[in-house]
């Protein structure tokens, strides 16, 4: 006995230590997620996330070597020329010819150029220089655009074209007319050599990648690959690379074929994209969330369905034949009969199932024996592992997606110039693209704008009193909820068998958190907050205290009733008491928000229609919307252990409301005009859909697997000290019986026993995203750095063209005298 | 496997293939829409390469691009004469382009040569302002457009010269995981 007693003190002592350990590795294990995502934010999926920086380092060094070219050429030319100057008045005599015609072009110039006025002196020279740089862009806009020269009665178009400074620079047309053919044929002469040094197909490659016209392509193809190889281009692959070839080809095709409709496979696609171009990005959110909310909650009802509620109603276990007819009263209390069905832990029975009946159906050679302990055991801990690893793996990913290493708020070009789907053909799709880019524009632009007022001192304090009168009244309202439902909850005791008893408890909570977040948003209104995102972080915050200390009083509520009742035997099977409760609990809180939903946001749209005479729908509230999901799930998490069943309802529930929800938002609310940074927001969510909920949830079902005594009349675990320990008898089982489960056994309990096992990969895990986090303040120092060098590199270029500029003009007063 | 179609010549065919994104049954699907625009006008034999040119209205009417913003841009970008009258290789050109194979510089090329509205190798602001009245259909108010044009040229000029240019858009495209798919049209 003492034995047993030391044992299960050690394990106590190391199970504490298992669980800090085991909390930590997750919490940085998702820190280096999250590392990992944010380091790819804004990349391209293909590049490893370390290159990124090293990305957007070439293409600044890129930029900046041309530019340096460039300068470097310049100073060569300002010497030379101011020494050829005096030298040679009169070749500039020659080009000066046409000056005539130049005068239109300065005039241009001085226009476009931003003040700085070129002669055409300067403006050969820069030019020289520019034909020089290899940049491949460059060349190929050039040979793209001369054979506009071959046509000069096109004019039209050519005469728009302002000759520019700081790019590449076009020669202007007069001068160069005879100069044009030779410049083409000199660009697609170099293109030419630079890619007859390739081989056939990867110059083919190149050939293809390159941005000119098709005409010239096949000009250059036909200069750099002689005919012979030209016929055998394409048709002489060596035998094992044509399948290849192909295939790669039909992969790509079919991924890209694939993609739209694998969307149009997922659940409610064409209803959101609907919803999102009339409502915004912001509404849009809340029912992804929404989704994502239930396609977790159906991999949960599968797990549990499938290892463990069907096993169970394969063999159901004798029943109370008294509790058989089901009422309705019964169907939302889930007393009655529904305590006797699979919903409910007690229905689970304690035994190995063994399947070796002849008269079942299904034929069964061998026995297969199914223990539904183990089994109840094992599933309720490996969901939550795998609900752990999805969820911060997607928290990882959206991080990645809003965070934004290097400037903050891309977003908006990326809106312009990106957002536009070029597939779309249907005319109401179009009108739809129109209106959703219009209110994202809108939405960013109007978060932008919010500036800073400077306030004077009384208005300060004034806003001061009022934000603190707004928050005290809000904790207080809090707090009375909390005890109001705490002593409800304990006067229910006393009454526990009437039915609407048990009800009155649910509803007032859920009436709570109906009524509280009314309250916020009153209070909300009179403050006055620095920007709009603030309220919104605000209101989610003050929504968010609301839940918790709901939970948190129910939560303890039922530990403390647990505790005591434990001798008294008055409760006989406390699993199916917090079973129920929280079945009441999501059923309560569905009911309500379909009330809410109708009754609710249609009198207030009477209301402001009639008495206050405003035609404003009311705008749908997404924060508390989403919130309500959130504290749904709660429900369902904590409630997953005593009720395996609770994911059905769960889903249910959510898919119910989607249309719903879908219904009022088109009948009663209108489209928001305040901001909403949808990313941002939705990053948000799951975080606090990691964070207070699942941990939470998490937390309290793992410490009632392990620390509370199972109770002894009822369900899979009576007569174990607690759910933990049928794990263990099982590992001890399985040591006799199989010989790999048994090595993988004793690994585990090497593993475990010995905690230093669990301090060395913390540890490592600490060293490496600490090192993660360096790297990446480095790469954006450095990239701040090189913008910063390019920004002066401009105004160096710019200081060298006026100077040019300058001498040029003292010199040419000078060569016209003589 | 012998050639049944008397449009192009072998060379021709293969040329095409080696300069486009397409294979020789897109290439041939291509010309035959491309024919359906006007069948009087294009003859069915290429092989002495005529010189054959629909107008704009004709190209602009296809149903991919009927409704499309920016297909008078696009038309002006890919066609010789710059007017919007396509050839059959400036056609090709540019359903390769637009298509899913070709890579993200070159797409990020065009997409900045459509943008620009006034053809001076930059986007400066009125080029902005365009294409956002195109995008939004006039629904943003001048203040917002002209906020919107600073914002942008904020965001995206790295060089601060006032107006982006080509490098400034790649630049940006390179951040934009959806550019890809977007800029593309199926045919």
């Known amino acids: ?164 400074i700081d790019g590449i620079i076009l020669p202007e047309l007069k001068e160069i007319s005879t100069e044009g053919l030779a410049c083409i044929e000199r660009n697609k002469e170099e293109l030419a050599s630079d890619l007859r040094g390739l081989s056939v197909s990867e110059g083919m490659r190149k050939l293809r990648a390159m941005p000119l016209s098709l005409v010239d392509k096949m000009e250059i193809r036909r200069r750099c690959f002689s005919p012979s190889a030209v016929n055998s281009l394409n048709r002489n692959f060596p035998c094992f690379n044509l399948p290849l070839v192909y295939i790669s080809r039909m992969w790509r095709h079919f991924t890209f074929n694939a993609l739209p409709f694998l969307s149009t496979l997922k659940l409610w696609h064409s209803s959101m994209k609907k919803l999102s171009g009339r409502y915004g990005t912001g509404v849009l959110s809340y029912f992804l969330f929404l989704r994502t909310l239930l396609f977790i909650n159906l991999l949960l009802f599968i797990i549990t369905c499938l290892f463990l509620v069907i096993p169970q109603a394969i063999h159901p276990p004798p029943t109370d034949p008294r509790l058989n007819s089901v009422t309705a009263i019964e169907l939302l209390t889930g007393t009655g009969y529904l305590s006797q069905s699979l919903m409910f832990y007690s229905y689970y029975s304690n035994v190995t199932i063994e399947t070796n009946q002849m008269s079942s159906h299904i034929a069964v050679t061998h026995m297969v024996p199914y223990c539904i302990p183990t089994a109840y055991f094992l599933t309720i801990t490996i969901s939550f592992f795998i609900m752990c690893i999805i969820l911060v793996y997607s928290m ?220 404003r729908k009311p705008v749908f509230d997404i924060a508390r919307n989403v919130l309500e999901l959130i504290y749904g799930q709660t429900l369902t998490w904590l409630g997953v252990r005593f009720s395996p069943l609770l994911p059905a309802v769960q889903i249910a529930k959510l898919f119910v409301l989607f249309y719903m929800k879908k219904c009022s938002l088109k009948l009663n609310c209108q489209a928001s005009k305040k901001p909403w940074r949808a990313t941002q927001m939705t990053t948000l969510f799951i975080t606090l859909l990691w964070f207070p909920s699942f941990l939470g949830a998490a937390v309290s079902v793992m410490y009632t697997v392990w620390m509370i005594t199972p109770s002894s009349g009822c369900g899979p675990f009576r007569n174990l000290t607690s759910m933990f320990e049928s794990g263990k008898l099982w590992a001890e089982r399985m040591k006799d019986s199989h010989k790999i489960l048994s090595w993988l056994i004793q690994a585990y309990n090497t593993v475990i026993d010995n905690p230093l096992f669990l301090f060395l990969p913390t540890c490592v895990f600490l060293l490496v995203v600490y090192f993660h986090a360096q790297i990446v303040d480095g790469q954006r120092k450095i990239i701040r750095r090189l913008e910063k060098q390019i920004e002066n590199e401009v105004k160096d270029k710019r200081f060298l063209i006026t100077q040019l500029q300058h001498w040029n003009e003292e010199n040419e007063p000078g060569s016209t005298q003589r | 496997m012998g050639n049944k179609q008397t449009i192009f010549t072998a060379q021709q065919l293969d040329a095409y293939q080696d300069c486009t994104y397409f294979t020789r049954k897109e290439i041939l699907r291509l010309f035959y829409r491309y024919r359906d625009l006007a069948p009087q006008l294009v003859p069915l034999d290429y092989t002495n390469q005529p010189d054959v040119k629909l107008p704009y209205e004709l190209i602009g009417s296809m149903p991919e691009l009927k409704d499309n913003p920016f297909r008078q841009r696009i038309a002006e970008v890919f066609s010789e004469d710059g007017e919007g009258n396509m050839t059959l290789d400036d056609f090709l050109d540019m359903f390769s382009v637009l298509s899913e194979m070709a890579p993200r510089d070159l797409k990020a090329y065009y997409a900045f040569k459509i943008y620009d509205f006034n053809n001076d190798d930059f986007i400066c602001k009125s080029d902005l302002e365009k294409t956002l009245n195109k995008l939004t259909r006039n629904e943003l108010t001048e203040d917002e457009v002209k906020m919107v044009c600073e914002k942008v040229m904020d965001e995206a000029d790295l060089d601060n010269d006032g107006r982006l240019s080509l490098e400034d858009f790649q630049h940006m495209i390179n951040r934009a995981p959806d550019f890809l798919s977007t800029f593309h049209i199926r045919i």
């Open chain 1, 1 to 164: 006995m003492s034995k047993t007693e030391r044992s299960n003190s050690s394990v106590y002592i190391t199970g504490t230590n298992r669980a800090i350990l085991s909390v930590f590795l997750v919490s940085f294990s998702s820190g280096l997620a999250l590392q990992e995502g944010t380091a790819t934010a804004n990349c391209d999926h293909h590049r490893p996330w370390h290159t990124m920086g090293a990305s957007v380092l070439t293409f600044v060094k890129r930029s900046l070597t041309m530019k340096t070219l460039q300068k470097a050429d310049q100073v060569r030319t300002l010497s030379d020329f101011s020494k050829n100057q005096h030298s040679m008045p009169r070749d500039s005599e020659s080009t000066n010819s046409s000056e005539g015609s130049k005068e239109p072009f300065n005039r241009k110039l001085k226009s476009s150029s931003q003040g700085t006025k070129c002669s055409a002196a300067t403006r050969r020279v820069l030019s020289s220089h520019s034909t020089g740089s290899h940049s491949s862009a460059g060349m190929s806009m050039r040979v793209r655009r001369t054979p506009a020269l071959q046509q000069p009665q096109t004019s039209s178009r050519d005469s728009v074209h302002t000759p520019n």
């Open chain 1, 396 to 615: 990882s990913k959206s991080f990645g997606k809003s965070f934004q290493v290097l400037k903050s708020n891309r977003n908006l070009s990326e809106n312009v110039f990106c957002s536009w789907d070029f597939k779309v053909s249907k005319k109401p799709s179009i009108r739809l693209q129109h209106e959703k880019i219009s209110t994202q524009l809108k939405e960013q632009l109007s978060e932008l704008t919010s500036r800073e007022e400077e306030m004077s001192l009384m208005q300060r304090l004034r806003n001061l009193i009022v934000h603190v009168l707004a928050w005290v009244t809000c904790l207080a309202s809090i707090l009375l909820s909390a005890v109001g439902v705490y002593f409800i909850s304990k006067h229910t005791v006393s009454s526990e068998f009437k039915n609407l008893d048990l009800l009155f408890k649910s509803a007032v909570v859920s009436g709570f958190n109906l009524l509280l977040p009314g309250i916020f948003n009153l209070c909300s209104w009179f403050e006055k907050h620095s920007s709009p995102s603030t309220r919104v972080y605000v209101s989610i915050f003050r929504n968010l205290l609301l839940k918790i200390s709901l939970i948190g009083v129910l939560c303890y509520h039922w530990l403390e009733k647990i505790a005591v009742k434990q001798d008294r035997q008055v409760l006989e099977c406390w699993e199916n008491f917090v079973g129920q409760e929280l079945y009441r609990l999501l059923l309560m809180d569905f009911i309500f928000t379909v009330l809410y939903t109708f009754l609710g946001e249609f009198i207030w749209r009477l209301f402001s229609k009639k008495v206050l005479k405003k035609n």
